[in-house]
C-alpha cells in the first residue's frame, strides 16, 4: 500500500493521469520543466523548474478525496527556496475536478492558467518552514 493508496485501487487513480500523459509531456517538454510521475509512490504527476536564483516553481495533479465512487483530482501549486535554516514556500489549491480535462485544448489551458499563476507565487507573502536539520534538501 505505498503512500496510503491500496494496490486495488491504484489503478483506478493513475488511469485518468494516464490519459492526461502525452500533454504533460508536451507542456514539459514546451516549458523546460521536469516531469515527475507517481511521487513518493503515490499516484500523481508533478511539473516543475528549478530557477537560477535557487527557488523551485512546482506544479502537481493528484487525488486529494476518495469517496467512492467519486474520485476527485486536485491541482496544487507552489513555489519555495531552501535556506541553511529551513525552507520559505508559498502554495495553494489551483483547482479542482471530479473529472480531469480529457480534451488536449481543455488541458493546455488549464496547464498554462496553473503554471502562470505558479510563476507568481514568488511574490505572494512566503511561509518559513523550520528544519532542524538537512535532511528535507
Same mark, same amino acid.
Given at each position: 500500500? $505505498? #503512500?496510503?493508496?491500496?494496490?486495488?485501487?491504484?489503478? %483506478?487513480?493513475?488511469?485518468?493521469? +494516464?490519459? =492526461?500523459? @502525452? &500533454?504533460?509531456?508536451?507542456?514539459?517538454?514546451?516549458?523546460?520543466?521536469?516531469?515527475?510521475?507517481?511521487?513518493?509512490?503515490? $499516484? #500523481?504527476?508533478?511539473?516543475?523548474?528549478?530557477?537560477? %536564483?535557487?527557488?523551485?516553481?512546482? +506544479?502537481? =495533479?493528484? @487525488? &486529494?478525496?476518495?469517496?467512492?465512487?467519486?474520485?476527485?483530482?486536485?491541482?496544487?501549486?507552489?513555489?519555495?527556496?531552501?535556506?541553511?535554516?529551513?525552507?520559505?514556500?508559498?502554495?495553494?489549491?489551483?483547482?479542482?475536478?471530479?473529472? +480531469?480535462?480529457?480534451?488536449?485544448?481543455?488541458?493546455?489551458?488549464?496547464?498554462?492558467?496553473?503554471?502562470?499563476?505558479?510563476?507568481?507565487?514568488?511574490?505572494?507573502?512566503?511561509?518559513?518552514?523550520?528544519?532542524?536539520?538537512?535532511?528535507?534538501?
Amino acid at each position: 500500500m $505505498p #503512500n496510503g493508496t491500496p494496490p486495488e485501487e491504484w489503478g %483506478d487513480l493513475e488511469l485518468p493521469l +494516464l490519459a =492526461i500523459d @502525452p &500533454v504533460l509531456v508536451e507542456f514539459a517538454e514546451a516549458h523546460r520543466l521536469e516531469l515527475v510521475r507517481n511521487y513518493h509512490s503515490s $499516484p #500523481n504527476r508533478m511539473l516543475s523548474r528549478h530557477e537560477t %536564483d535557487g527557488v523551485v516553481i512546482q +506544479l502537481s =495533479i493528484s @487525488p &486529494v478525496v476518495i469517496p467512492r465512487p467519486t474520485i476527485t483530482y486536485g491541482v496544487f501549486i507552489m513555489a519555495w527556496r531552501d535556506t541553511q535554516d529551513g525552507r520559505y514556500s508559498a502554495a495553494r489549491e489551483f483547482a479542482r475536478f471530479s473529472n +480531469l480535462p480529457k480534451d488536449k485544448s481543455d488541458c493546455l489551458e488549464l496547464l498554462e492558467s496553473a503554471w502562470t499563476a505558479a510563476t507568481q507565487l514568488r511574490n505572494e507573502r512566503w511561509n518559513y518552514h523550520y528544519f532542524p536539520d538537512a535532511r528535507h534538501r
